[in-house]
């Protein structure tokens, strides 16, 4: 008797067919923890702006070192601030390390207080990559909220 050994082409499809099932649920929960991992890392950016923000807050005794002629401010690049990226200590590093990490969506950032006189507070929302913003502020907050920040909002 002539006996062939191996496989045959139906078994050979039906082995192929289940390894890329199984290579598309494996690549769908990367996706999701890379998307997870953004979202801890938006999270942690925005959590050091806090800290940046009250070192530039004890130095300058305002969130800006300069009066600003009208208050409040909605710009992630506003002159004389905390957003400023020529001052020392201030927090658009943490922003654009956040930005960055969500894919480029641009964050929100506001200064408020009264108008020709030094910034008394401040909010950041950057887009989380899942869903939300994550939103901090000069009162505390750190959490996540539906939508951005308002042009005039100050806090989360």
Do not use: H
């Not at 078994?11 to 192929?16: A, Q, T």
């Not at 922003?95 to 008394?120: P, R």
């Amino acid at each position: 008797m002539n006996k062939k050994q191996g496989f045959t082409l139906i078994e050979l499809l039906v082995v192929i067919a289940i390894i890329g099932i199984l290579s598309a649920v494996v690549l769908a929960s990367l996706n999701t923890a890379r998307n997870s991992a953004g979202d801890a890392a938006i999270q942690a950016d925005l959590s050091q702006i806090r800290t940046q923000a009250e070192i530039y807050n004890t130095k300058n005794k305002a969130y800006s070192s300069a009066v600003i002629a009208t208050l409040p401010v909605s710009s992630c690049t506003t002159a004389g601030s905390i957003f400023d990226p020529a001052e020392e200590n201030n927090v658009a590093k943490g922003i654009t390390a956040s930005v960055d990490a969500n894919g480029g969506s641009a964050g929100v950032c506001n200064l408020g207080g009264a108008s020709g006189s030094k910034a008394t507070s401040w909010a950041v929302s950057v887009p989380l990559k899942t869903s939300g913003n994550w939103c901090v502020d000069s009162t505390g907050a750190s959490l996540e909220v539906a939508d951005p920040l308002g042009a005039t909002d100050l806090s989360c």
